[in-house]
């Protein structure tokens, strides 16, 4: 597995290592409580690999459009200076649906190795430095930059998942 995807899954399971059911539950008004942070984790995986799959089915090679302004500008913050800003929307495809806190973390564990083994399998086939597929907010990007992303991206809810717990708020 990929240094940064590594760490993100040592990280997941240091997080989440005895998390009671009041732990999973827990969360500040109108915050996500931990289960659908890990909720929401397992289906950002899920959705990147389904996306890479598809892609290296096709046989073609990955259909990107240039980057916006826009995207560029974003992917430049997130992922190349590692800047994971806070209180976005989440894309629909990607929210949590209720899953109880340890389905949501085998999921989100399960679909980190499936979105592993696609990004590998991308760039066997198209190379690293090439876009492997579009982010839906940060344009194309290459499976460097799909690592490093959902590497950042999971750092910055686990800490809110770890602060939960925490202070018991």
Known sequence: MNRWLE???SEIERSTAGLSDADWKRAPRGAWCSAEIMEHLGRSYG???KLLELGLGSGNHPQVRPASLQ????????????FFPGGLQAPLAVLPQGDEGPVALERALNNLTRMEKAI???EERWGDSQPVAMHMILGPMSSPQWRKFHYLHGHHHLRQLRKRVRSKV
């Open 120 to 122: 590998a399998a991308a």
């Open 7 to 9: 760490q993100l899954r």
């Open 71 to 82: 995207q560029t500008m974003k992917r430049l913050v997130s992922v190349d200076l590692g």
């Open 47 to 49: 959705s990147t690999a």
